[in-house]
């Protein structure tokens, strides 16, 4: 319950806003945020619901307020933008005192201060459950520097960054915690890790619980020539998919080249499920599938590496439509992936 | 229940979304919209929650989705920017089907057209229950062109546009219908009333259950000089309050000199209320209060008529502090209005 008021809340969360920012000539406080764009602007709006994009009891509030904005801003990472303005509306439910509130909103200024955001400005509500809406606004020179997922062309190259299904096998090992009664085995394996097969079980919590966007590395594709990019918020098959039809054209990716996560491989293991699986249908790994000309692949890689993420050619842009994914043992998985095996 | 799957739903809202817009490069679909400002933003984000804000069993879908947005472009008119761009993430319950989304968003994008609003973006998502999140985008040539709360000075006269005290009549006329036991005055007088009576009853519904930014009168009053500017969103004695708190000078208003709407105060004496009390702590007139030197007054007037609009001078800025509302038979009302005296 949240004695003081709205207007006393709203100033609590005022002060939690850092000033600043290049273009931010007027932060929260008045009836609109004032800033000088100068050039081309990406703008994304996502939202965060309890229960249905995390649950409060596998998530510190920090976490929460760190997650809102980082799926925000992975979408200004996909469009190869520099990271702005971010604006918050904070849906509070009666059991959510100020110090909570003040709680979230610090670690997602904490993240804000990492990746160059500033907070301009927001609302607080009353809401049925924890509700964030996070609305960021990312720059670049012109519109030519953003990124879309239009562009990929027959030929190019296809590149993922970082690893991938280390987000499902969190919200895996999560789930063991959850007494899921399907996940026995993956409940006495996590309890059974010790030493670094731990440090990787935390390391994968972490992916699930505090996802970072790959920032820096879409702008390294960007300025490398990727002709077209996307986050990986729902999958590596699905989010594929968005690219192949928004270019027109088709995917081909191998599976044995897609760089798993440390640990995935055990925790899928241990909760009955396939590797594959997680990294192409598990979702909310945010890193970032581009396409781009094939002899620019060397100049990308060591762009990307000088933003400290790995980037691995993953397949190739291909005429005609869909995306298909190249077993191991040869065939191939349909293209939304596992989803369509269930 | 919506059968469809998100991406489905996500796909219905696009197609809803008008392209265009001077400054869009590019809308929904991809990972962000991209715009090219060319000037000064001005950025508000506002959100309605069902049993918060607004309640189903009142108000239409169209009618939830033409306030969401008219309340925050009212933000906009307050700092005399053009209508720019907007983007809608709407929080889903399970008992709103698709067509119920569509419904309230074509009541959106009806006052998006009638705005010069460009629908650019969304996100959609469940909820436990219907929530909208907008965020608008306002468009200036330059920075000095917008006006903050902050800069009224002593001497400056204090205007109103529109009608005061219709939203809250609004309210208790509604309020009569859900059989609130407060009312029953009310409930007999609403159903006695006839004729001219009935249209004043109507156009006070309307006030409440589709507001209307002032976004021709805001750049009207900008242009005509005004120093600091509001929208009278929480009620003038409020509104006034955050304006000489941030322009750091006293208001003096003229309780008599305020522009009552027509059927204010049968609704008032019905329910048992002052109306004066609907018109300065009832909020939600969506109104613009500002202050301006004057000597502009006429100018101001007649720029804001030309707007559609009416203009009236309700008191003066002084030096010191605070909100003095000055009664008619003497007195003053505490800084809050009516607010403080229940």
Not at 34 to 48: N, Y
Not at 61 to 75: N, R
Not at 222 to 236: E, K, N, R
């Amino acid at each position: 319950m949240i004695a003081m008021g709205e207007f006393e809340l709203i100033e609590a969360v005022r002060r939690r806003l850092p000033r600043g920012g290049p273009r931010v000539v007027l932060g929260s406080g008045d009836d609109a945020a004032v800033t000088l764009p100068e050039g081309a602007t990406a703008t994304s709006v996502d939202a965060l619901v309890d229960g249905v994009h995390f649950r409060r009891e596998w998530s510190s509030l920090a976490q929460i307020g760190h997650k809102a904005l980082a799926v925000a801003l992975s979408d200004l990472a996909a469009m190869g933008a520099e990271a702005g303005e971010a604006y918050v509306v904070l849906g509070v439910p009666k059991e959510l005192d100020e110090e909570g509130c003040i709680e979230l909103l610090d670690g997602m200024a904490a993240l804000a201060a990492q990746t160059g955001t500033t907070l301009a400005g927001g609302d607080v509500t009353r809401a049925p459950v924890l509700t964030l809406a996070m609305t960021v606004v990312g720059h670049a020179p012109t519109t030519e520097d953003l990124v879309t997922r239009a562009g990929a062309r027959p030929g190019d190259a296809l590149v993922v960054s970082g690893e991938l299904g280390g987000a499902a096998a969190g919200l895996l090992l999560l789930e063991v915690d959850a007494e899921t009664p399907a996940t026995p085995r993956a409940r006495s394996r996590f309890e059974s890790l010790s030493g670094s097969k731990l440090d990787r079980g935390r390391l994968l919590l972490a992916r699930q619980l505090e996802p970072l966007p790959r920032l820096e590395a879409g702008r390294a594709l960007a300025a490398a020539g990727a002709t077209a990019m996307i986050d990986l918020s729902d999958g590596l098959g699905g989010d594929a998919g968005h690219v192949a039809e928004a270019s027109g054209v088709g995917l081909r990716i191998d599976a044995a080249a897609l760089p798993l996560q440390a640990g995935v491989a055990e925790a899928a293991e241990a909760a009955g499920r396939e590797p594959l699986e997680l990294a192409t249908s598990g979702g909310e790994d945010y890193e970032l599938l581009a396409a781009l000309p094939a002899e620019r692949l060397g100049e990308a890689t060591a762009a990307v590496a000088a933003a400290g993420t790995q980037l691995t050619p993953v397949g190739e842009v291909v005429a005609g439509e869909g995306v298909e994914i190249r077993l191991p043992g040869g065939g191939t998985l349909p293209p939304a992936g596992f989803d369509q095996l269930r």
